[in-house]
């Protein structure tokens, strides 16, 4: 079956600083790919819908210039916590779009902590 | 764009008793429902789905129905055991390809009391 591998699975950086989440699809090309957060005890947000090659489509009250997400390649994904700040910790979660039968596959998701 | 209402947000069951968690959606355009298990830290996992042609999907001990009319969908869950519980969410895509965004529920905690 289709898999993501999404790392690191946990991080914590200080207040300001920048921090990188990357999602591979191992052994599909992954045409599209989502961007979730989620808070405690709380459902999955969309974030961001990146097409590899494009510029993501974010979603109304996402700041883009603060979650930079890369898709420059059919395997690879990246999310990036520009900036960050106490209220940024939160688990994100990545989907990829494999276009075919596996539909949605979703990495095991970052927990970011931010102090 | 499209919203999912999720009931109820917990549920505690018996074990071996079953559990059913009901959702409705707003956007008649939506074909596919999937259904996630998300146990604690980590990301959700694809336990059923069901595109709207069909009204009944069934795999072992879970199930899921459809109502398009309604604009609704059911997860059954069958001779539950304590390994079933976790959070549960339902979604809605127009798509089952992965080129179309998934909206999800609000999730419900399922405890099963062994």
């Known amino acids: 079956g289709a898999v993501v591998s999404q790392h690191p699975s946990w991080v914590i950086c200080k207040s300001g600083t920048s921090v990188k989440i990357e999602c591979r699809s191992l052994?599909?090309?992954?045409?599209?790919m989502f961007w979730y957060r989620q808070f405690p005890k709380q459902s999955l947000m969309l974030m961001a819908t990146?097409?590899?090659?494009?510029?993501?489509?974010?979603e109304q009250g996402v700041e883009k210039d603060k979650f930079l997400i890369n898709h420059a390649s059919l395997t690879l994904s990246t999310l990036t916590v520009t900036s960050a700040h106490p209220e940024d910790s939160s688990f994100y979660i990545c989907?990829?779009?494999?276009?075919?039968?596996?539909?949605?596959?979703f990495g095991s998701g970052t927990r970011l902590t931010v102090v | 764009g499209e919203n999912v209402e999720q009931h109820p947000s917990t549920l505690s069951v018996q074990e071996g008793d079953s559990a059913v968690i009901k959702c409705t959606y707003s956007?008649?355009?939506?074909?596919?429902f999937p259904w996630y298990k998300q146990e604690l830290g980590k990301g959700p996992q694809l336990i059923i789905d069901?595109?709207?042609?069909?009204g009944e999907k069934k795999d072992q001990r879970i199930a899921v129905t459809l109502n398009k009319t309604a604009k609704h969908f059911s997860l059954h869950i069958t001779e539950t055991q304590p390994e079933d519980s976790a959070v549960y969410f339902c979604a809605a895509s127009r798509s089952n390809f992965g080129n179309e965004k998934l909206t999800f529920g609000t999730g419900t905690r399922l405890t099963i009391i062994p």
């Open positions: 956007d008649s355009a939506s074909n596919y």
């Open positions: 069901i595109r709207s042609n069909v």
């Open positions: 052994d599909f090309q992954a045409t599209t």
């Open positions: 989907s990829a779009g494999t276009g075919g039968p596996y539909g949605y596959t």
């Open positions: 990146s097409n590899e090659g494009s510029k993501a489509t974010y």
